[in-house]
């Protein structure tokens, strides 16, 4: 039965839909993709499924061939390698200028890090929680395209912690840096939040080179 889709912003809907498969392994990453298979289980035309195929090209979840056509593309220790030290970087300038404001923004912060303990063994609702969480954290930054990278960037980072979380059978997460990160900013210590919020990364990644090398994704 085909899963129908509201018209509008059809390309949007489209988009985010597959954003939410790809990023979470359906089809299998190196998988092909069927556009004619794909657009009947949307309820959509192929024209709105190519223009959202190629902006998740451009975002680096799909990749294309002659001949072959979209793809998801394939996991990589490489990648990971590159990937993650460019989110740390941007996301620690995005702090740099978002790290004075109120206080209820930390308390909002703390709330989502108290949601993202309670999660436990839940890795995709913990792995949403740490999204938003970081999502809070350089929110008040206001260089909109800084931001919007990021997001692209964190996307990418959300399918390899995904795979490693459902193939390994653990959750890793983040509350202790978290709750570091935001008393330093609470205190106004900036260098400090910054050190610890390059080390959650770091964590991340650590993590996952290993994994990514024993599965064989060079």
Not at 26 to 44: Q, T
Not at 78 to 92: D, K, N
Not at 124 to 144: F, I, K, M, T
């Amino acid at each position: 039965m085909a899963i129908l889709i509201a018209r509008s912003p059809l390309r949007r809907q489209v988009r985010d839909r597959l954003v939410s498969s790809f990023t979470r392994g359906i089809p299998a990453p190196g998988s092909g993709i069927n556009e004619a298979e794909l657009a009947a289980e949307l309820g959509v035309s192929r024209t709105p499924l190519r223009e959202a195929l190629h902006a998740l090209e451009r975002e680096g979840l799909v990749g294309s061939q002659p001949g072959r056509g979209f793809f998801v593309r394939p996991l990589s220790r490489r990648e990971a390698q590159e990937l993650y030290p460019i989110i740390w970087t941007l996301e620690s300038l995005a702090l740099r200028s978002a790290a004075l404001r109120p206080a209820s923004d930390f308390d909002a912060l703390d709330a989502l890090n108290a949601e993202l303990r309670a999660a436990d063994a839940d890795a995709d609702q913990a792995l949403v929680l740490d999204a938003r969480w970081h999502r809070g954290l350089v929110e008040p930054c206001d260089n909109r395209r800084l931001l919007e990278t990021l997001e692209s960037l964190k996307l990418q980072a959300f399918r390899y912690e995904y795979a490693f979380m459902k193939d390994a059978g653990r959750v890793f997460q983040s509350v202790e840096q978290h709750e570091a990160i935001t008393a330093s900013l609470r205190s106004g210590h900036l260098a400090a939040a910054l050190e610890m919020l390059e080390r959650n990364w770091r964590i991340s990644l650590d993590f996952l080179s290993p994994w990514l090398e024993q599965a064989g994704h060079e």
